[in-house]
């Protein structure tokens, strides 16, 4: 059996994978993500261990966006300190395999889309809140690019303009207000122990629930009404633990409003879990998308 190599690098961590056409993992490694010179090293040693069990027809990589799609460098000035360093090319060399990159949030989807939440429908949109807060926009068979293959970013959509100011140049965005580390901060903020404890409703808790519930509701309805997608999945960290407080005011949302796609709009969690993006990439060495 011929497999793909998928490897997802996250802002902490490196996770890699032997998975089969049908998008099942055989195996996997993972360390943490260091300085580039050194985790390339160690991501084409795992590949070498993981090419030796079974044959291996590509690599496919996802990691947080900005990246050149044509070139392979990572153009990521704010969440990695790989920027200006280019994988595809480093890793191709090294194995001399097809290599395949795909920005995390497209990665994670098409894996959904293919193997997970989002099979059978013709378009979806995933929202991943994890250290940030990713997007992805699918619609019948092809991501949705913008201009030179860049990727539209919902999570740095203005959705309550009068909130905290992001580095992405706008205020109230997904990933100021709502994304793990917005939340580790508030904790500290309202001199909370945990996460947990923010999402109980108490006083000290209360502006943030209306916060995320306006955020939410106002997600969705900008969803809905700039894609018309049959599904709209949330996955990533933040979403494991906290998924109703997330979903509900969307659902809430949806249901108030008329004109949708014809069946609506289902709201629902992510299925692959942190396996989404690597199983995603992976596929990409089967499946290109275009
Ligand atoms: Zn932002």
């Keep these: 059996m011929i497999c793909a190599i998928g490897i997802d690098v996250g802002g902490t961590g490196i996770a890699l994978a032997l998975v ?18 050194g985790s390339i090293a160690q991501a084409i040693a795992a590949c070498r261990e993981l090419g030796a069990v079974h ?23 704010f969440t990695m300190s790989w920027q200006g360093r280019n994988p595809v090319k480093d890793l191709r060399d090294a194995l001399g395999l097809p290599v395949y990159l795909e920005n995390d949030a497209d990665a994670a989807l098409l894996g959904e889309i293919r193997f997970g939440a989002a099979r059978g429908y013709d378009s979806a949109v995933m929202v991943t809140f994890g250290t940030g807060v990713g997007g992805a926009v699918y619609a019948h068979g092809r991501l949705l690019r913008g ?10 959509m203005p ?27 508030l904790v500290e903020l309202l001199d909370l122990s945990s996460i947990d404890e923010l999402f109980v409703e108490s006083d000290k808790t209360r502006k943030f629930h209306r916060r995320l519930q306006n955020l939410m509701s106002g997600t969705a309805a900008i969803l809905v009404r700039c894609y018309a997608p049959g599904i709209i999945l949330l996955g990533g960290g933040v979403i494991d633990h906290q998924y109703e407080a997330y979903a509900r005011p969307m659902r809430q949302q949806i249901a108030k409003m008329p004109m949708l796609p014809p069946g609506g709009t289902t709201i629902a969690r992510a299925q692959l879990g942190n396996d ?15």
Excluded at 276 to 290: E, K, Q, R, T, Y
Aim: negative net charge; charged residues 20%; glycine residues 12%.
């Design 20 to 37: 089969t056409s049908a998008g099942a993992i055989l195996d996997r490694r993972e360390f943490p993500t260091g300085d580039y010179d």
């Design 55 to 77: 044959p291996v027809a590509g690599v496919g990589l996802c990691c947080p966006g900005p990246m050149n799609l044509q070139t392979g460098e990572i153009l990521n000035p």
């Design 147 to 156: 201009e030179k293959k860049e990727y539209p970013e919902i999570g740095h």
């Design 159 to 185: 959705v309550l303009p009068d909130d905290l100011e992001c580095y992405c140049g706008v205020r109230g965005c997904l990933e100021i207000v709502a994304s793990g580390t917005a939340l580790l901060k």
């Design 276 to 290: 989404a993006g690597l199983i995603g990439a992976a596929s990409l060495v089967f499946s290109p998308v275009a």
